[in-house]
């Protein structure tokens, strides 16, 4: 393990290893021997990679794949993902230029495509959070059911990016955005999110297992959920689920 210079939070202990299963259970099996709030594991490549609901994460060498440990306010709040997710784009935004968005609740993603995911993991008081930003991958070897909808920041860029510096770009802004996020500056955590949505004011189709609902995406509320007006005119709120962007209407 290295220590960074600085008075950083995340980051400021940073194990980096060849190959993970997930760096996900890297960091929890550190947790539970004691490693503190701010601790991040990078993996080259992971064999088990992970998204949300346990389905599979494709993480091969060229990707950004890592996880940081938390311990915030209140381990359950749903926030923490969207806070996480501001760090992340508006990080990898400055320091290559590709203009990454956010799709509620935890895609990146670039020209309309899947450029990264995060998932939360919540292990009371901490809270793992793993994050995957397909860097120098190239999105045909990803797997059959992601083609046509994902992408990667070399294959949108046409040039390979410093993992290296986007690595550290990333930490930095997470470091900030969680500063913000831990201050009790909600609002302005939002507000953030709400300016790298590519989600809001479009049409959307919305899954939660059986359930699917469709409808424009007006807002988040002040909870990070996502609001929802029906064709019928009624309000939704959503609290989980997958969207998918459908075609036309809004601002982009
Ligand atoms: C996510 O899940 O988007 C969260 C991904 C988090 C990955 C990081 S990597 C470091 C850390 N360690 C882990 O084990 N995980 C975290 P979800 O929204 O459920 O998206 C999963 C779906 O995305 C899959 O079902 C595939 O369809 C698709 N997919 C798989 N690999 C992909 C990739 N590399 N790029 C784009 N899409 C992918």
């Known amino acids: 393990m290295a220590a960074h210079a600085g008075s950083r939070l995340i980051g400021a202990v940073l194990l980096r290893v060849d190959r ?3 760096t996900n259970d890297l960091l929890r ?8 709030e701010g601790t991040v594991v990078v993996a080259r490549e992971q064999s088990g990679g992970r998204g949300r609901m346990g389905r599979p994460w494709l993480s091969p060498p ?8 938390l311990r915030p306010p209140d381990p359950a709040d749903g926030r923490i ?10 990080a990898v935004r400055t320091i290559t230029g590709a203009a990454v968005g956010l799709k509620w609740p935890n895609d990146l ?18 809270v793992i959070v793993g994050i995957g930003v397909n860097a120098n991958v190239d999105p045909a070897a990803l797997p059959a ?24 770009a990333v930490l930095a802004g997470i470091d900030d955005v969680y500063g913000a996020f831990r201050a009790g500056h909600l ?6 999110w709400r300016d790298l949505s590519v989600t809001l004011g479009r049409p959307v189709r919305i899954r939660n297992g059986a359930e699917v609902l469709e409808g424009t995406a007006i807002d988040i509320d002040n909870d990070g959920a996502l609001l929802i007006e029906r ?19 809004g601002r982009a």
């Open 20 to 22: 993970a299963t997930s």
């Open 187 to 192: 609002g302005e955590v939002l507000a953030r």
């Open 109 to 126: 993603m670039l020209d309309g495509r899947k450029v990264g995911g995060i998932l939360v993991e919540s292990a009371p008081p901490l």
């Open 62 to 69: 060229g990707g950004l794949w890592l996880s940081l440990l």
């Open 145 to 168: 059911e992601t083609s046509g909808t994902a992408t990667s920041l070399a294959a949108a860029l046409g040039r390979e990016v410093d993992l290296d510096a986007v690595l550290a």
């Open 231 to 249: 064709s019928d005119g009624g309000r939704s709120r959503v609290i989980g689920g997958d969207v998918t962007v459908l075609a036309g209407g």
């Open 81 to 90: 993902g969207l806070a996480v997710a501001v760090g992340v784009a508006e």
């Open 29 to 36: 099996d550190l947790a539970a021997r004691g490693a503190r």
